[in-house]
């Protein structure tokens, strides 16, 4: 018996030893976050392109930071032709980048930044800041308090100065931020996505999983996504969403058609002419979007690939619960 316990008290020094050595987190920046579209829920975070203070849609669902067509024009940045393409939800797409001589946000500061164009020339915003600006710290999002902060990825486990009630496993899938999502007894490698206004489940799934059809009871037309007269999406409610031991109740849920992958680049690949441009170009099968995610503080600590969670009582509305055992 002794032999059996040993190995465990040594471990359990060990980790105890660790807990008094680790640091705490050391903030870099803090950032006022500010709301976009009326009733939309999206967050906006102030930049500074070229001394220049703009305002971007904070998007956790982006892969790469993008500029506006509009901002872009205003101060006069060089443009380029990219080897890259971005598209959004709406097929859009985009193959042009800025270089901004100074790009700074928080803690951040890049010189020479190429930024890709963003796709949607309507949105009155300078662009987006994505995962590409995130991902080097640990970020703190309060909602509530409408607060974005930077840590140092270097410090003990979980957010500084609050306590979370879940943590759940996060990682980064095609510069997507990933986390196990649970709908209505159906599992499902979902993001969670800050710039999206709604949490989506594409089309497909939907069938798939629920039976679910663009004619089907219960499904409500929602005309014009993102102002694109070409796509409408369909409301529907379900019983349950839960992700990391917490639960919404009733969620509504917008069912798209994946007309971002229709609308890609199908042509063949030069080095393997059986294999098309769009093949991996589609919409995520869920994606939380500010509907739920704004009744939360976040802590993505992008340095242990978790993601830390606690319903935000400061945001009007329900908050997730905690899941009954």
């Avoid at 901002?71 to 971005?86: C, F, Q, R, W, Y």
């Avoid at 710290?137 to 486990?157: I, N, Q, W």
Wanted: proline letters at 7%; a negative charge; charged letters at 20%.
């Amino acid at each position: 018996m002794r032999h059996t316990l040993l190995p465990l008290l040594i471990m359990t020094i060990a980790a105890a030893a660790h807990a008094q050595d680790c640091a705490p987190a050391k903030l870099l920046a803090s950032v006022p976050m500010h709301n976009a579209e009326p009733e939309s829920n999206i967050r906006t975070v102030p930049v500074s392109l070229n001394g220049v203070t703009r305002h971007m849609v904070l998007d956790t669902g982006g892969a790469v930071t993008q500029l506006s067509r509009g901002t872009i024009e205003e101060l006069k940045l060089p443009l380029h032709d990219s080897g890259a393409a971005v598209y959004d939800i709406n097929g859009r797409v985009s193959r042009r980048f800025a270089v901004v001589g100074d790009f700074s946000f928080g803690h951040l500061h890049r010189s020479d930044a190429a930024l890709m164009v963003w796709p949607d020339a309507a949105r009155p915003y300078a662009g987006e800041l994505a995962q590409d600006m995130l991902q080097p710290y640990d970020v703190d999002v309060d909602f509530g308090a409408g607060v974005l902060k930077m840590y140092a990825k270097e410090h003990c486990p979980g957010p500084q100065g609050w306590t979370p009630t879940v943590r759940t496993p996060m990682h980064n899938k095609g510069w997507h931020l990933h986390i196990p999502v649970t709908l209505d007894g159906h599992s499902y490698d979902a993001i969670f996505d800050t710039g999206s206004r709604h949490t989506i489940m594409r089309l497909p799934a939907a069938r798939r999983d629920f039976g679910l059809d663009t004619d089907s009871a219960g499904m409500t037309l929602f005309h014009a996504v993102n102002g694109d007269a070409f796509l409408n999406g369909y409301l529907h409610h379900f019983a349950k969403l839960s992700f990391g031991g917490m639960t919404v109740d009733n969620p509504e849920i917008m069912v798209l058609p994946d007309i971002m992958n229709r609308n890609a680049d199908t042509s063949p690949m030069a080095r393997n002419r059986a294999y098309h441009h769009n093949a991996d170009l589609i919409l995520p099968e869920l994606s939380l979007g500010m509907d739920v995610l704004k009744h939360l503080h976040l802590f993505m600590a992008f340095g242990e690939q978790a993601l830390y969670l606690a319903p935000d009582i400061a945001v009007p509305g329900t908050p997730p619960h905690l899941a009954k055992p």
